[in-house]
């Protein structure tokens, strides 16, 4: 295997965006702490599988952003690792042809040159951190990262969230149980040691003095949605029990949205509401959106797959995304709670 460093050499990050890859941190860790009054979207494809796909959703939230800078802080959601329950396609990073077969130094050279890119254009980028030695392939790109519901147990994952450079969203359970994302958000805000890789390849003891910027995301499980206001109020009140990070983040999709991806716009506008009638500790929502709306399976390649269409979890398309968005920019303009804060603008060159 190539190592981090060796990828980051030869794909490196040119000097003014990472620049903008700092602001952007700056700017969502100050969403969280409450000090900008704008709404973090993240949003885009439950995984990307189609680069040129990718880069169009890409251009679409770019001009979209223009739009609503006032009010929402958007981040494009590029997810490249799918932690699964038993089997199945596991992403971009594992398996980038789609084959079955696996090409993981070609899925992280794409991976990487992907979010490049895109960051080129000044649009800040987010992700999953589910396998802890692929991290420094990618992580000088990355503006927001999360610890996935089924990792939000795990002592390594909470560690490496404690020295990762950019604020850390950690899920409630599968389970539904929100105890866990708070536990793990005490853990993560924590100074922790832990073995792993460093950018060279070698092991090494990481040393950290905690991430300031651990949050806790809401995204519902086995015993029901959690967007409502009494839900995100309790969860509050368990971060403020132990002095943590109040501010949540609302996952309108996965079991928030029942699994049926129209139901996500259902969690928006609650949400919505929630900050239309007062302070609100939700700081940021999560939408699942694609070029066109719904999924499709892989078939191994039996049949074409249809151009911008999920190959995971079904996705809004483009015009409901915008559509919803808009509406939310409209709502909370109305409302007063807008700023005209932002990060820098970085050159058009990805090199």
């Not at 700056?26 to 709404?39: C, F, H, K, M, T």
């Not at 503006?143 to 020295?163: P, Y």
């Not at 716009?265 to 929502?285: E, K, T, Y």
Request: hydrophobic share 40%.
């Amino acid at each position: 295997m190539l190592t981090p460093a060796a990828l980051k050499q030869h794909l490196p990050v040119s000097a003014t965006s990472r620049v903008f890859v700092d602001d952007a941190r700056s700017v969502i860790g100050r969403i969280i702490d409450g000090a900008d009054p704008r709404l973090l979207v993240i949003v885009g494809p439950c995984s990307i599988h189609d680069v040129h796909a990718a880069h169009e959703y890409a251009g679409h939230l770019k001009r979209l952003q223009e739009t609503v800078a006032p009010t929402l802080y958007l981040v494009m959601r590029t997810y490249f690792e799918k932690p699964r329950t038993t089997v199945g396609w596991r992403g971009l990073l594992d398996d980038p042809r789609l084959s079955g077969q696996g090409d993981l130094e070609h899925g992280l050279t794409t991976a990487r040159e992907l979010l490049r890119t895109i960051v080129a254009t000044g649009l800040p980028c987010a992700t999953e951190s589910l396998d802890p030695m692929l991290v420094p392939y990618l992580d000088d790109l990355v503006a927001w990262t999360a610890i996935g519901a089924r990792t939000a147990e795990s002592q390594i994952h909470r560690a490496m969230a404690s020295q990762l450079p950019m604020p850390v969203g950690i899920k409630n359970g599968t389970d539904g149980r929100v105890v866990t994302a708070v536990d793990g958000v005490e853990t993560a805000a924590s100074a922790q040691r832990y073995l792993g890789l460093d950018d060279s390849g070698s092991l090494r003891l990481h040393e950290s003095t905690g991430n300031p910027h651990a949050h806790v995301v809401l995204r519902g499980g086995q015993s029901g949605s959690n967007f409502d206001a009494e839900s995100v109020a309790n969860c509050a009140a368990a971060l403020k029990a132990r002095s943590l990070q109040s501010g949540v983040i609302v996952d309108c999709s996965h079991a928030n949205s029942n699994k049926q991806h129209e139901r996500q716009l259902i969690a928006l506008d609650a949400v919505a509401a929630q900050l239309r009638h007062g302070q609100s500790p939700v700081r940021g929502v999560m939408l699942e959106s694609n070029l066109f709306e719904g999924n499709q399976k892989v078939n191994g390649g039996l049949a074409p797959l249809r151009y911008g269409v999920s190959i995971t979890d079904a996705c809004l398309g483009w015009e409901q995304t915008e559509s919803a968005l808009r509406r939310l920019h409209q709502q909370l303009s109305a409302n007063g709670l807008a700023s005209g804060g932002g990060a820098a603008e970085p050159d058009s060159a990805a090199a």
